[in-house]
Every structure is written in C-alpha cells, then in structure tokens.
C-alpha cells in the first residue's frame, strides 16, 4: 500500500460503553475507506476487529483492535477499544498513542459506564473527543435526550454540530451545521441539499453559536468574527480543528453504523477537523523533557503501547511512531534495556488482515513481529538517540485481587507461565509470588476481567486452575509482659544436643525506654521487613549463656516471628530479654539453642496478652450522589468507619478507614450499588487490633486448617 507522510496521517481511539457500536463503527470506517469490500456483523462473528477466539465466543471486543482506513488521501489509524469497565488498561493505551477519541454513544441509552471513563481518562491524559450518536436507526433512539445528558454530564463544550430529521427507523437525514447542508445517506453515500425551511432556523441559530465558539480558540478569527459577524467554511473549519484539538470543543455528530449512514461525514470531520501527528498543541515528551517533533528526518523513536499473540506468527508489538520511520531489516536499540533488536517486518493492520510494507513515517501507529526483548511501554531507537525514552503509560492499579492454584500440582510452572505470559500483553493485571501469604497473588479490574483469565486457561492454556479469595497479611503483637523457658534436649549416641533459654517478652512501642527489669549488656533493634520492630536484649550474667550463642537463639526467635504462633502470620513490635540459660561443655550448639528460644518465644508469646493487628485501608469511593446512601450503609457494613465526603457535581466521595478482610471482592458489590458507575481507590494507613469476636474466629479458622494438613 502507499507509504503516508504524517501530515496525511490521523489517530482515532473509538471509544464508548458496551453495547454502543464501536466495532461496527469500525466496520463502517473499514468499508467505506475501501479496505474491505464487505461489511461483518458482530452477530455473524466475521468482524475484522473482534477476530480473536475469546472475541468471537463472546460476542463483544476483549482487546483493541488496531485498523486503518484511506479517506480523502489520508490514512486513518483506528483503535477499537473494549468498552466495559474491566478492560481500561486498553483504553489508557490507546489515548497515549492517538491524537483524538470518537466517543461513540447509543441513542437509545444515553450516558453509559464506558462514557463516563473514557471522559475521565480524556480529562486525565487530555485527549480531544468527538462525540457521536449512534444507532440513531433504533425505534427508542432520543437525539435530543443524549445531546441534553453529555451537555449535563460534561459541561457546555459539547456541541451539537449535526441533528437528526428522521430518527428512528428509516433514519437516513442529518442536518450538518458546519456545511448547512442537509445530508442524506443511501448505502453508504451521501447526498447534499439545502436545509429544508422547516429546519433553516434552529440551524442557524446552532451554526451561530457554534461560530461564536469556536472562533474563541484564535485571536485572529476571533477578531474575524467581531469585525463580519460571521466565519466562511475555511475558517470555520480552522477554527474547529484548533478548538478540538485545545480541547475547547466536543463536537456532536450523527450516525448509525449499523446502516452505514453517517459514517463517511464522521470520517470526512476526521480528516478535516483531527490534527495531524505533527500539528498537535499537546506534544509528547521524552522523560528527559525533550521534544518530540513528529519529523520523520529525525532519528527514530518508536514506543511499545501493545502486545498480541497470533496462532501463525508469533508475538506481535504494535508501535507508534513518535519521531524519524521504521523500516524493514532497521536495526534498532531498545533504550530500556539496551539490547538491539532487527526490525524484521512493519505490518499495516486492518484488524485480522496485515500487510506488509517496507517503511512507516512519524505518526503512524504499525505492527512488528520476533522482537526479542521488548515488551508493552519500551521505546525503540536508534543507536545515536538512546536518551530518547517515551514516558511509561500510567495503566490502571488492580481493585481485584485472587489467589491462584493449579487443579494438578505438576502443572504449577506452566501456570506459573501462563499467568507471566498474560500479564506481560495486559498490564492493568499483576502478578505477585507472596511469601508472606504462601499464595500466588493476581490483581485484575473486576470479576469480568477475571472471567477472561478462566477463558484463557481453559481454551487456550487447556490447564485447570483454582481461584480463591486471597489470605489477610494479618500481623500478630503482644500487650502485656511475660516469662518462660525452654529445655531443649537430645540424646540418640554420640554428641547430643543441649540448650535452655529463659526469656522476658515485652510489647514495644515508639520512644519506649530501652530498660527492663533485669541489667542489659547489648541491645539490637531490627526494622522488620514486614514493618514494626524487633529489641534483642542480652541480659546475661555470669556466662550462663556463651554470647557465641545469641546469634543461634535470635534467628530461632525470627523464624517463629516469620510465623507467629496464633495465625502463621508475621509478628511485630516486641522486645526480647535473654535473661538467663544453661549450655553443656559438650552438647551444647548452635541448632540446640536456636530450638530453644525459638520454643521458649512460642511460649512466652501465648502468655503475653496475644493480639492479632489487621491492615486498615485508607478507602475513597466516589459514587453518583444518588447511590451515597446505599453505599455508605454497605461501607458500614464492612466495619469501615466513614471520616467524610466531598461532593463535585454529580458525584460525592465517600472517604473512610477500612480493614482489608472486609473488601473482598468489593468492585463487584460497589458495581452492583451504583449500577456500574461507582469506583475507588485504597491506600494501605496502618495495622489495627482486630476485635475480639474476629480474633476467636481467626484463631478457630487456623486451628481447624492446621487439623486438616495433619
């Protein structure tokens, strides 16, 4: 195909809730560009888009697709971007590569859980939208309603710049403002005529308003605007493409995918109205603060957003193009890591289809295969530019986390790489081998987003693996002072084994005297690794006890702290006075009295007050103000205590102190509540007493696994 200069280069992330028709949009774009010559339905499964087997199965788009289509001597790059809540890490990839998002809305919904976060990752990365409304074709499709939700939702940018005449079935009329034409689509074409008198005012009372606003974003059109009242279309269009590209306008288009009407006006905006890679106000930076000019006669700097897996070739990292070209048999320097890479194929993706070209310029967004070391969020250079490093795309933190098990224990290496290989194409999981909670720990977005694991360990891994609630990093302490001693001894021929330990446990606490009742001769105090302390205290008198011996009984003592006597979690915040003992001139040594202090500690641990500490989370829930209510009862629920709320617009943030026990599983009732529109963010604050009736619980609850292990 034709290598493109970036100037005629544009990068669209459509985005949008579920069920509103972004891959049939994508379909529409596909078609009427001409890069296939027949349109797939999700319903028959033959989308160039949703092609992947889970896609398929599922009916509904799991990863971004990467497409492209030619309109108007440009080539257009489009991004079909999953729309549920669970997959936004490949919303966030995609608004870091793309120039505009065309937010696609159903008319018959409204606002939609996938239209609120694609605004809020638009606000938060700054990324143009353009709005349109679709499945105007549908017999419940409310126009007016829509444009009166984003405009209450998202503020007084959003602009209706075309309107419907027909809605509903047999929808084939727009009005475009910008043109003052009316539109009339038949397969896929569309015909131009006057705006019928029926609708000449209400257009030029929005052609007006629209002037008036988009002139705003120059001076000199501004000055324009006051001096004749008006802007022609030339201006009109410059002024369009600067105030949507500063983000001082959401335009409103009209479109039914389904019935391809509208869609070949949509792609016309896009050519006329997105800027190119090379003329965009917000410009990418490399982490050193350079920038990054779009010119393709500067050295290469190309950046990983996206990895994929294809049965007949491999792995696949899609890249976008920030400075110089990437051609076939270029060698390149990851800047990450170092390593060199040879670039042995640059694909242009329409979906499922790829064709090869010898080069890509600045601003486009391509594919290459066999790259050996590099992974989602690497920059590509040349060898003379590898300061050049495009900043990391910021994915979004895990709320939902399980441990996992393979069903089979000769399977735990291949789940082990299973579970690497997923996160390594999908960085809004985690992975965590816990030695602390003997568990492999998997973070996700939400229990749909875990679905799609089972999916892939049981269709594409064929592995059978166990997925539990993960185990409370509970922390055990004592809360008063006690004694005891420990005899260990052995006899079984030849040298034996003889130690005995007594000791004095007491809780620490910050700024407490470093004094006991019995004389010290050398304190150590430990930062635990798990937080809180460790203060060793040798109080012997009179060699009762070698001090080539310490070492021994301090090590018996953190093995049992590894794992405290009441849950098998780590303890923390106590001191230890070594106050006396006995050796034996020959049986005694080191494995002797690290047994003995190691039991002496159990011991004196049991008699000290013992107290289980959890973790309490620092929990912010931001939820629309009519679900505060229910929310707040669910929180307290949980044992949360609220300590306030702050409303913005629409939404009120519940913040509250939590323990972590209680949040199992907490996107999913949260989702339930808000009916999808709740989310939230928790912060470790600082390990707490638990109450006593959960105290006796735990302790029965690890009294009855040890039995059952035995």
Same mark, same amino acid.
């Given at each position: 195909?034709?290598? %493109?200069?970036?100037?005629?280069?544009?990068?669209?992330?459509?985005?949008?809730?579920?069920?509103?028709? =972004?891959? @049939?949009? +994508?379909?529409?774009?596909?078609?009427?560009?001409?890069?296939?010559?027949?349109?797939?339905?999700?319903?028959?499964?033959?989308?160039?888009?949703?092609?992947?087997?889970?896609?398929?199965?599922?009916?509904?788009?799991?990863?971004?697709?990467?497409?492209?289509?030619?309109?108007?001597?440009?080539?257009?790059?489009?991004?079909?971007?999953?729309?549920?809540?669970?997959?936004?890490?490949?919303?966030?990839?995609?608004?870091?590569?793309?120039?505009?998002?065309?937010?696609?809305?159903?008319?018959?919904?409204?606002?939609?859980?996938?239209?609120?976060?694609?605004?809020?990752?638009?606000?938060?990365?700054?990324?143009?939208?353009?709005?349109?409304?679709?499945?105007?074709?549908?017999?419940?499709?409310?126009?007016?309603?829509?444009?009166?939700?984003?405009?209450?939702?998202?503020?007084?940018?959003?602009?209706?710049? !075309?309107?419907? /005449?027909?809605?509903?079935?047999?929808?084939?009329?727009?009005?475009?403002?910008?043109?003052? =034409?009316?539109?009339?689509?038949?397969?896929?074409?569309?015909?131009?005529?006057?705006?019928?008198?029926?609708? +000449?005012?209400?257009?030029?009372?929005?052609?007006? +308003?629209?002037?008036?606003?988009?002139?705003?974003?120059?001076?000199?059109?501004?000055?324009?605007?006051?001096?004749?009242?008006?802007?022609?279309?030339?201006?009109?269009?410059?002024?369009?493409?600067?105030?949507?590209?500063?983000?001082?306008?959401?335009?409103?288009?009209?479109?039914?995918?389904?019935?391809?009407?509208?869609?070949?006006?949509?792609?016309?905006?896009?050519?006329?109205?997105?800027?190119?890679?090379?003329?965009?106000?917000? @410009?990418?930076?490399?982490?050193?603060?350079?920038?990054?000019?779009?010119?393709?006669?500067?050295?290469?700097?190309?950046?990983?957003?996206?990895?994929?897996?294809?049965?007949?070739?491999?792995?696949?990292? #899609?890249?976008?193009?920030?400075?110089?070209?990437?051609?076939?048999?270029?060698?390149?320097?990851?800047?990450?890591? !170092?390593?060199?890479?040879?670039?042995? !194929?640059?694909?242009?993706?329409?979906?499922?289809?790829?064709?090869?070209?010898?080069?890509?310029?600045?601003?486009?967004?391509?594919?290459?295969?066999?790259?050996?070391?590099?992974?989602?969020?690497?920059?590509?250079?040349?060898?003379?530019?590898?300061?050049?490093?495009?900043?990391?795309?910021?994915?979004?933190?895990?709320?939902?986390?399980?441990?996992?098990?393979?069903?089979?224990?000769?399977?735990?290496?291949?789940?082990?790489?299973?579970?690497?290989?997923?996160?390594?194409?999908?960085?809004?999981?985690?992975?965590?081998?816990?030695?602390?909670?003997?568990? /492999?720990?998997?973070?996700?977005?939400?229990?749909?987003?875990?679905?799609?694991?089972?999916?892939?360990?049981?269709?594409?891994?064929?592995?059978?693996?166990?997925?539990?609630?993960?185990?409370?990093?509970?922390?055990?302490?004592?809360?008063?002072?006690?004694?005891?001693?420990?005899?260990?001894?052995?006899?079984?021929?030849?040298?034996?084994?003889?130690?005995?330990?007594?000791?004095?446990?007491?809780?620490? %606490?910050?700024?407490?005297?470093?004094?006991?009742?019995?004389?010290?001769?050398?304190?150590?105090?430990?930062?635990?690794?798990?937080?809180?302390?460790?203060?060793?205290?040798?109080?012997?008198?009179?060699?009762?006890?070698?001090?080539?011996?310490?070492?021994?009984?301090?090590?018996?003592?953190?093995?049992?702290?590894?794992?405290?006597?009441?849950?098998?979690?780590?303890?923390?915040?106590?001191?230890?006075?070594? #106050?006396?003992?006995?050796?034996?001139?020959?049986?005694?040594?080191?494995?002797?009295? =690290?047994?003995?202090?190691?039991?002496?500690?159990?011991?004196?641990?049991?008699?000290?007050?013992?107290?289980?500490?959890?973790?309490?989370?620092?929990?912010?829930?931001?939820?629309?103000?009519?679900?505060?209510?229910?929310?707040?009862?669910?929180?307290?629920?949980?044992?949360?205590?609220?300590?306030?709320?702050?409303?913005?617009?629409? #939404?009120?943030?519940?913040? &509250?102190? &939590?323990?972590?026990?209680?949040?199992?599983? %907490?996107?999913?009732?949260?989702?339930?509540?808000?009916?999808?529109?709740?989310?939230?963010?928790?912060?470790?604050?600082?390990?707490?007493?638990?109450?006593?009736? /959960?105290?006796?619980?735990?302790?029965?609850? #690890?009294?009855?696994?040890?039995?059952?292990?035995?």
């Amino acid at each position: 195909m034709k290598i %493109y200069q970036t100037s005629d280069i544009r990068n669209i992330a459509l985005v949008g809730g579920a069920k509103s028709g =972004k891959t @049939t949009m +994508a379909e529409a774009m596909a078609f009427n560009g001409g890069v296939i010559n027949r349109r797939g339905t999700v319903e028959d499964k033959n989308t160039i888009s949703d092609y992947r087997d889970i896609e398929i199965d599922r009916r509904n788009s799991v990863n971004t697709s990467l497409l492209y289509t030619e309109f108007g001597g440009k080539k257009i790059n489009i991004l079909d971007v999953p729309g549920f809540a669970d997959f936004q890490g490949e919303l966030v990839a995609a608004y870091n590569v793309v120039e505009a998002a065309v937010v696609v809305v159903n008319a018959q919904s409204g606002i939609e859980v996938g239209t609120e976060i694609a605004y809020r990752y638009s606000n938060k990365l700054k990324t143009p939208m353009i709005f349109t409304v679709n499945h105007l074709d549908a017999e419940k499709a409310n126009f007016d309603d829509c444009v009166n939700q984003l405009k209450d939702y998202f503020g007084g940018k959003c602009t209706v710049l !075309q309107f419907p /005449v027909n809605q509903g079935l047999g929808f084939n009329q727009v009005v475009d403002i910008v043109l003052n =034409k009316l539109l009339t689509f038949k397969d896929g074409k569309c015909e131009m005529s006057d705006v019928p008198a029926a609708y +000449a005012d209400k257009a030029e009372e929005l052609r007006m +308003a629209l002037v008036e606003e988009a002139a705003a974003a120059d001076d000199a059109l501004m000055e324009k605007y006051f001096e004749e009242g008006d802007l022609n279309h030339e201006d009109l269009t410059k002024a369009l493409k600067l105030a949507i590209d500063k983000r001082d306008l959401f335009p409103i288009l009209c479109t039914s995918a389904k019935e391809n009407a509208g869609v070949s006006r949509l792609l016309e905006f896009v050519v006329d109205n997105v800027p190119a890679p090379n003329e965009v106000s917000n @410009t990418k930076k490399t982490k050193a603060g350079k920038e990054l000019k779009c010119d393709s006669a500067n050295p290469t700097v190309a950046f990983a957003f996206k990895s994929d897996k294809d049965k007949s070739i491999g792995e696949i990292t #899609y890249l976008r193009i920030y400075d110089g070209e990437l051609a076939e048999a270029q060698d390149v320097v990851n800047s990450c890591n !170092q390593s060199k890479e040879r670039l042995s !194929q640059i694909l242009v993706c329409a979906g499922k289809n790829r064709q090869r070209v010898e080069k890509a310029c600045a601003g486009d967004i391509v594919a290459t295969i066999k790259l050996k070391d590099v992974r989602i969020n690497h920059t590509i250079t040349t060898p003379k530019n590898t300061d050049d490093v495009v900043p990391e795309i910021e994915f979004p933190t895990p709320i939902y986390t399980v441990a996992v098990k393979a069903a089979n224990s000769n399977d735990d290496e291949k789940v082990g790489a299973a579970l690497k290989d997923l996160c390594n194409g999908d960085r809004s999981l985690s992975l965590e081998n816990s030695r602390e909670l003997r568990q /492999v720990i998997l973070g996700c977005q939400g229990e749909l987003h875990l679905n799609t694991i089972k999916w892939y360990f049981e269709n594409q891994y064929k592995l059978g693996v166990n997925f539990t609630a993960p185990n409370v990093p509970y922390r055990e302490t004592i809360t008063k002072s006690a004694e005891a001693m420990y005899r260990h001894k052995k006899q079984s021929g030849g040298s034996g084994q003889f130690g005995e330990v007594h000791m004095l446990i007491e809780p620490y %606490y910050e700024g407490m005297p470093n004094q006991t009742k019995y004389p010290i001769r050398d304190t150590q105090e430990y930062d635990l690794e798990w937080g809180g302390k460790l203060v060793f205290n040798n109080c012997i008198v009179g060699g009762s006890i070698d001090a080539r011996f310490m070492p021994a009984i301090l090590k018996g003592i953190m093995e049992k702290m590894e794992q405290g006597p009441l849950t098998g979690s780590y303890a923390r915040d106590i001191v230890v006075n070594i #106050y006396d003992g006995k050796m034996h001139p020959v049986d005694s040594n080191e494995t002797a009295f =690290k047994i003995a202090g190691r039991t002496a500690f159990r011991e004196a641990f049991k008699l000290a007050g013992p107290k289980i500490k959890e973790p309490i989370y620092d929990v912010a829930v931001t939820v629309p103000t009519e679900s505060q209510g229910g929310v707040m009862t669910d929180l307290q629920g949980r044992r949360a205590i609220v300590m306030g709320m702050d409303a913005e617009g629409k #939404y009120t943030t519940l913040r &509250a102190k &939590a323990p972590l026990a209680e949040m199992n599983r %907490y996107c999913t009732a949260l989702s339930s509540l808000t009916s999808g529109r709740g989310t939230f963010t928790m912060t470790f604050s600082s390990y707490e007493l638990v109450p006593a009736d /959960v105290q006796q619980a735990l302790l029965k609850a #690890y009294e009855e696994a040890a039995n059952e292990e035995e």
